[in-house]
């Protein structure tokens, strides 16, 4: 998968079936803010890319998003 930045002039051949989303955990309990934690409740919907900046510092307690 390749992530590109769009611009007026980016295009597109054929499009990706892969589609980076974000995916939130409400009310994750303090324990499991860890990146192994999160990144294996992650890989259940697909490949984990990336874990929020908010969520890796655990500045917003109550939501994880990955």
Known sequence: MKLTKWSPLLV???????IPIWI???????H?????????LSSLFGCPLEVD???YVFSHPSI???
Not at 12 to 18: A, E, K, R, T
Not at 24 to 30: C, I, V
Not at 32 to 40: A, D, K, N
Request: aromatic residues 6%; glycine residues 6%; without cysteine.
């Open 53 to 55: 900046h908010v969520t």
């Open 24 to 30: 939130s955990f409400p009310n994750l309990q303090p």
């Open 64 to 66: 994880a998003h990955v």
């Open 12 to 18: 597109i051949g054929v499009q990706s079936p892969v």
């Open 32 to 40: 499991l803010f860890s990146l192994h934690i999160l990144h294996g």
